[in-house]
């Protein structure tokens, strides 16, 4: 069984299914860096498996959550109250989402961003294993928060040594500080993030302690994705209301010698080809 490093509080599974079972069932698989992340940037796959009887979500949060800036009611807070804080909001958002599980590994973010530590990355390593999950989904390379990136490399860094039929079939990079609006359209994965609207609403406004220093991400979440839906295609009518954004990064954890840099460096140079090759045509 799955003993977390820091400390085993940090598993909770709503409907209190026996740990092993619980992540077994797992088909989407979450890792973030903080609490609040999964639930901003995987809302598409939490709806397609909310209620479903052969599709669970399953989050994880890597980061403690220490650093987090806090304001109004939360002011006060030391960083270990304020860590307690975001646990349970991560909590109540698992048990509103009915989550198959909610695994907080509390690492602190300098631990992340450090390349050749290896714990982190053989902890998500032995998750994997124990989820199996058909997809993972995690953090884009273009995000501008450091500890975003380091989740993603090293989520890399544990998918990568896995024997191919213990790998997720498909490996997807999603939008936080940094929308994916960018991207060739060709490059784009879309996820429906339109069902159970109340829902979406509810699992950002369970961030309370995050919405109270004014960044009110449960407006500007569902903002984005209707955005997103709005802009996507000037030539056609809206197939659904809101949307967001992910990045199929499968190629990177198939294939050691594929640099991350080098990878996500390519949809840039697409970027600018596109850009420069329509002004080309009109001059
Ligand atoms: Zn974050």
Redesign the pocket.
């Known amino acids: 069984m799955l003993r977390l490093h820091n400390g085993n509080g940090g598993i909770f599974i709503p409907d209190g299914t026996e740990p092993e079972a619980a992540l077994r069932r797992t088909t989407d698989l979450c890792i973030?860096?903080?609490?609040?992340?999964v639930e901003?940037m995987a809302y598409g796959p939490i709806a397609q498996c909310y209620e479903k009887d052969d599709r669970w979500f399953a989050a994880v949060v890597v980061?403690d959550g220490a650093g987090s800036p806090r304001a109004g009611r939360y002011a006060s807070l030391s960083d270990l109250e304020m860590q307690k804080v975001r646990v349970r909001e991560q909590v109540d958002a698992a048990r509103l989402g009915k989550y198959a599980a909610v695994l907080q590994l509390g690492y602190p973010s300098a631990a992340v961003k450090a390349a050749g530590d290896g714990l982190c990355a053989s902890e998500l390593r032995d998750i994997v294993r124990l989820t199996r999950p058909d997809t993972v989904y995690t953090?884009n390379l273009a995000d501008k928060?450091d500890?975003?990136v380091g989740v993603t490399l090293r989520v890399l860094e544990a998918l990568r040594p896995l024997p191919p039929e213990e790998r997720p079939l498909k490996l997807y990079a999603l939008e936080?500080?940094r929308g994916l609006d960018w991207l060739p359209d060709g490059s784009k994965a879309v996820f429906d993030t339109s069902p159970y609207p109340e829902l979406a609403a509810d699992l950002l406004r369970v961030f309370a302690s995050q919405c109270a220093g004014g960044k009110r991400y449960d407006k500007a979440a569902p903002g984005r994705r209707l955005a997103n839906a709005a802009f996507f295609s000037p030539h056609h009518v809206d197939s659904m209301d809101s949307c967001s954004y992910g990045l199929d990064i499968t190629p990177l954890m198939i294939d050691e010698t594929l640099r991350p840099g080098a990878f996500i460096g390519r949809q840039i140079e697409a970027l600018r080809r596109e850009i420069t090759g329509r002004i080309g045509r009109m001059e």
């Open positions: 973030a860096a903080h609490q609040d992340d901003i980061t953090h928060h500890t975003h936080v500080w």
